[in-house]
């Protein structure tokens, strides 16, 4: 069935470093990307969502000059954690709307140390 | 208030004990609502969606009451593979976004 392709299913960077997850749609195409964010022992909160070929729509107290997203083909979602700080260690997952409901990318748990 | 509010648990009941969620929600406008399950460190996988004329799956019953706006669900015969975070998901009729619950986590215990 279709999926979505997500990866790295885990990471570890450094303080200041630039880490980047991508979603890719398998066998759909995905015109929107949904991206969220759940700390531990919370729910997901949407950060923003990306359409392909314009720009990503984020919610309120996301910053966009951090969390850069791009949505270039209708297969490939991005997002790119720049100067990532401890702060920012969680776990990153991405969904598409398919046909009535919608299928998540298997996420991918960020830690910075 | 929180769009959709879920008691966070856990709830620690034994195999094959009906246990019973609820989860409230604040926004009236013309929207779905589907249960979830997501296990630790997973993704989210669709458990049912809801339906005010309530549906059944399983072991597994779901219930809208749109007047008091709440969703139930009802799990019966717990098995110990039920452990799991149970989410209510709210989805606006006139848009694509999810709004989720934070969540009520169940463990079942042998």
């Known amino acids: 069935g279709a999926v979505v392709s997500q990866h790295p299913s885990w990471v570890i960077c450094k303080s200041g470093t630039s880490v980047k997850i991508e979603c890719r749609s398998l066998?759909?195409?995905?015109?929107?990307m949904f991206w969220y964010r759940q700390f531990p022992k919370q729910s997901l909160m949407l950060m923003a969502t990306?359409?392909?070929?314009?720009?990503?729509?984020?919610e309120q107290g996301v910053e966009k000059d951090k969390f850069l997203i791009n949505h270039a083909s209708l297969t490939l979602s991005t997002l790119t954690v720049t100067s990532a700080h401890p702060e920012d260690s969680s776990f990153y997952i991405c969904?598409?709307?398919?046909?009535?409901?919608?299928?998540f990318g298997s996420g991918t748990r960020l830690t910075v140390v | 208030r929180k769009e959709v509010e879920q008691d966070p648990g856990p709830f620690n009941v034994p195999e094959g004990a009906t246990v019973a969620f609820n989860c409230t929600y604040s926004?009236?406008?013309?929207?779905?609502f589907f249960w979830y399950r997501q296990d630790c460190r997973k993704e989210p996988k669709l458990l049912m969606s809801?339906?005010?004329s309530g549906n059944e799956d399983g072991r597994f019953t779901a219930q809208l009451n749109r007047a008091s706006q709440y969703i139930s669900l009802l799990i019966r015969d717990s098995k110990l593979s039920d452990s799991a975070t149970y989410l209510c998901?709210?989805?606006?009729?006139?848009?694509?976004?999810?709004?989720f619950g934070p969540g009520t986590r169940l463990s079942v215990l042998p």
């Open positions: 969904s598409a709307p398919l046909n009535y409901g919608y299928t």
């Open positions: 066998d759909f195409q995905a015109t929107t």
């Open positions: 990306s359409n392909e070929g314009s720009k990503a729509t984020y």
């Open positions: 926004n009236s406008a013309s929207q779905s």
């Open positions: 809801v339906y005010s």
């Open positions: 998901v709210r989805r606006d009729n006139y848009g694509q976004n999810f709004v």
